[in-house]
């Protein structure tokens, strides 16, 4: 069974930085996809970056793209998401999910294309 672990939150103020990082345990073959959602309250999930096999450069929200970078690290099976620029709105709960079935890059921000999540990490941006 596989295992999402993320870390990395926690609260500063607008313009700063912060980086996350997911690491997953429990699997036997290659995980094909790895992505960052978040939540704010009140607010459906939403997709932030993901990055697929085939696509190193990742694919991400129009509202962080340029602040955050994903990138993964196969060797310690984590992914990690470095947020600069940080601003009130990226307020929120955020989720590491894996392993799509369908490897189909334009449904990176779907919720329903990954199989694994993680239980959140909190970022809090404060004015």
């Known amino acids: 069974q596989v295992q999402l672990v993320e870390s990395g939150g926690g609260s500063v103020q607008a313009g700063g930085s912060l980086r996350l990082s997911c690491a997953a345990t429990g699997y036997s073959y290659t995980l094909n996809c790895m992505g960052w959602f978040r939540q704010a309250p009140g607010k459906e999930r939403e997709g932030v970056a993901a990055?697929?096999?085939?696509?190193?450069?990742?694919y991400y929200a129009g509202s962080v793209k340029g602040r955050f970078t994903i990138s993964q690290d196969a060797a310690v099976n984590t992914v990690y998401l470095q947020m600069d620029s940080l601003k009130p709105e990226d307020t929120a709960m955020y989720y590491c999910?894996?392993?799509?079935?369908?490897?189909?890059?334009?449904?990176?921000?779907?919720?329903?294309?990954?199989?694994?999540w993680g239980r959140g990490t909190q970022v809090t941006v404060s004015p």
């Open positions: 999910a894996a392993d799509c079935p369908n490897l189909d890059g334009s449904a990176w921000n779907i919720r329903t294309t990954y199989v694994y």
């Open positions: 990055i697929y096999t085939g696509n190193s450069g990742g």
